[in-house]
């Protein structure tokens, strides 16, 4: 048997002129719903079932230049506005990590453990901010491809 989540966490909020639409945090609500081969393909066998799965979705800010035409000031601010307006409205603890302040063995372990992409570790990291949920289940990358890489 095999627990598969609905998720989903609409985020909302309003701070200062910064709006931010955060859609699909991938967040646990407690809708779960327990499958087994049985009950979804009609019959006893391990043919079909999901070991594991990964939803990536990106978002932009509206006002603000895709990542790779921000100055390094501007990706700052991005990463500046995402990080205090998690912290003010979200119900769950984050842990940020700068991109600058990282190791290349530390990168690759992240990459390994397929919390960042390879293109975010690209460069040096500046304007950069990978956040992630205390279990590492969840990662949003700021200023990868997209503004966010959830």
Partial sequence: MFCCYLLYFGLECAVGEFNLNLLATLYPLGMRHSLTPETHYGKASSEGVVLSSRVRLARNLESYPFPRKCSPETKGEICSKIKNTLEHFACERFNYINMENISPVEKASLTEDHLISREFCDGDGKGKLLITDEQNT?????????HLRI
Avoid at 138 to 146: I, Y
Wanted: no cysteine; proline share 0%.
């Fill in 138 to 146: 969840l990662s949003v990358m700021v200023n990868e491809e997209d």
